[in-house]
């Protein structure tokens, strides 16, 4: 007989601190370097090609991850990118199984803990409660508005002839601001969320589509969020301003997706229709090294769901320039054009400063790839959103599901005007067109 593994301890789903943890603490610290560093070469460990020989030998000189990983993943970046397709998807596979592995849940307050994977397989946590908010007001149709530069809400043709304008001003391409229009034709956007329920994990974030899917008639929505005001605000705005006959379902008191990851994925189960459509959206977003765990527990929620469901499963992010990525070879040569034409003090600053400001890219010259990738934002971002990527080519190219990723627009959000770098660059990229920096409206 083949022998019972013993079971593991309880889990406690009323920790004071984050169960999501990574494996390396040194005085209550997590050190995310040595991890981070093993992800990557997890990912590359199937390719066999000169390049990717090269690429472990770069790894193995590296001696400071945070002042070096942008040459490293920019190169991991341009091996998938070279790769045939089968390759690339087997090196986002490993590349998720390693984060999914690695990356810890601790189970109760002696620090016993499990790899993040096993912790989402179990079932022995406490059951969240459903907590269901209505609104007061009669709306029978919806029709979808765009926000203006001016912060002003525009329908109809005034909203088209704004995506028109982005389009022709190159910030906004050509096939979003004609998918755009025609939701702005509608009279009434109903129709779309029909036979949907919309899961947002991380619902009170800023640039999240939970106020726009409250106010369309007729949507279901389950949100997961802390307990605290954002949460308290949303309620009451939805209370005021959400249309009648949506139904806004979250745990009641809250959920911490870094604490009660499991939890929210049983209540997801068993919350949803069974014949609707489960279209998640991942918005949450953490500073630093939390950004992985957090969409690491993300990622486990959703695949916990789609394992034990029979509905189908639809998955939207919002990714991020911030990253190496292809671009389209229109969008390469356009960026030639705009540095063989730019204005001349931009060429008189960065002869100035020996090249060491304005710095251009050569995406034209590598096959595509833009790597977006900053030292603001560090290396823990870079895994946290690539891992992102890796979901969407995983889950659309093997799987055939439906993905939705576009990258996010740069935007004034909260969490990116408290910081002064940040917030003078969002205001500054305008000077370099196509650029444009939105508000969340």
């Known amino acids: 007989k083949q022998a019972v593994p013993p079971p593991l301890p309880p889990l406690n789903p009323n920790l004071n601190r984050p169960t999501m943890e990574w494996p390396i603490k040194e005085n209550d610290i997590f050190k995310t370097s040595q991890t981070a560093k093993e992800i990557w070469i997890a990912a590359m460990e199937g390719v066999s090609s000169p390049e990717a020989d090269s690429w472990r030998l770069q790894m193995e000189a590296v001696t400071n991850w945070r002042s070096q990983y942008i040459d490293v993943v920019g190169e991991f970046c341009a091996i998938m990118l070279e790769s045939s397709p089968e390759v690339a998807i087997q090196m986002a596979q490993a590349g998720l199984q390693a984060l999914h592995s690695?990356?810890?849940?601790?189970?109760?307050?002696?620090?016993?803990?499990?790899?993040?994977?096993?912790?989402?397989?179990?079932?022995?946590?406490?059951?969240?409660?459903?907590?269901?908010?209505?609104?007061?007001?009669?709306?029978?149709?919806?029709?979808?508005?765009?926000?203006?530069?001016?912060?002003?809400?525009?329908?109809?043709?005034?909203?088209?002839?704004?995506?028109?304008?982005?389009?022709?001003?190159?910030?906004?391409?050509?096939?979003?601001?004609?998918?755009?229009?025609?939701?702005?034709?509608?009279?009434?956007?109903?129709?779309?969320?029909?036979?949907?329920?919309?899961?947002?994990?991380?619902?009170?974030?800023?640039?999240?589509?939970?106020?726009?899917?409250?106010?369309?008639?007729?949507?279901?929505?389950?949100?997961?969020?802390?307990?605290?005001?954002?949460?308290?605000?949303?309620?009451?705005?939805?209370?005021?301003?959400?249309?009648?006959?949506?139904?806004?379902?979250?745990?009641?008191?809250?959920?911490?997706?870094?604490?009660?990851?499991?939890?929210?994925?049983?209540?997801?189960?068993?919350?949803?229709p069974k014949n609707k459509e489960i279209v998640f959206c991942q918005l949450a977003y953490m500073d630093s090294e939390a950004h992985v765990r957090?969409?690491?527990?993300?990622?486990?929620?959703?695949?916990?769901?789609?394992?034990?469901?029979?509905?189908?499963?639809?998955?939207?992010?919002?990714?991020?320039?911030?990253?190496?990525?292809?671009?389209?070879?229109?969008?390469?040569?356009?960026?030639?054009?705009?540095?063989?034409?730019?204005?001349?003090?931009?060429?008189?600053?960065?002869?100035?400063?020996?090249?060491?400001?304005?710095?251009?890219?050569?995406?034209?010259?590598?096959?595509?790839?833009?790597?977006g990738l900053t030292h603001l934002q560090g290396p823990n971002y870079a895994l946290a959103k690539t891992s992102q990527q890796w979901r969407c080519m995983v889950d659309y190219w093997k799987r055939g599901r439906k993905v939705s990723c576009p990258h996010a627009p740069p935007t004034r959000t909260e969490s990116m005007v408290r910081y002064a770098t940040i917030a003078s660059a969002l205001e500054g990229m305008q000077m370099f067109e196509p650029n444009v920096s939105f508000s969340t409206g």
Request: hydrophobic residues 40%; negative net charge.
């Open 294 to 371: 957090i969409s690491v527990a993300m990622d486990l929620i959703c695949q916990s769901v789609i394992r034990k469901v029979s509905n189908v499963v639809s998955l939207s992010y919002l990714t991020s320039p911030g990253t190496a990525h292809s671009i389209p070879p229109e969008a390469a040569e356009d960026a030639k054009r705009r540095l063989d034409n730019r204005p001349l003090w931009q060429s008189i600053t960065s002869m100035m400063s020996m090249g060491q400001w304005l710095q251009t890219t050569d995406s034209w010259e590598e096959k595509g790839l833009l790597n």
């Open 102 to 272: 690695k990356m810890l849940f601790r189970i109760d307050e002696n620090d016993t803990t499990v790899s993040a994977l096993d912790a989402f397989e179990r079932d022995d946590f406490a059951k969240l409660e459903t907590e269901t908010v209505s609104s007061s007001v009669s709306t029978s149709t919806y029709q979808f508005p765009i926000c203006s530069p001016k912060d002003e809400w525009l329908t109809g043709d005034k909203a088209k002839n704004q995506l028109v304008a982005w389009s022709d001003y190159g910030c906004m391409e050509e096939s979003a601001s004609q998918h755009a229009s025609t939701i702005c034709e509608l009279e009434d956007v109903s129709s779309l969320v029909h036979g949907k329920v919309f899961v947002l994990l991380g619902i009170t974030s800023e640039m999240g589509s939970a106020k726009p899917l409250l106010q369309i008639p007729g949507a279901h929505v389950l949100g997961i969020a802390r307990k605290g005001p954002r949460l308290d605000a949303l309620v009451d705005w939805h209370k005021k301003h959400g249309a009648g006959n949506t139904t806004l379902q979250f745990p009641k008191d809250g959920a911490d997706m870094l604490k009660q990851g499991p939890q929210i994925a049983q209540w997801i189960v068993e919350t949803v």
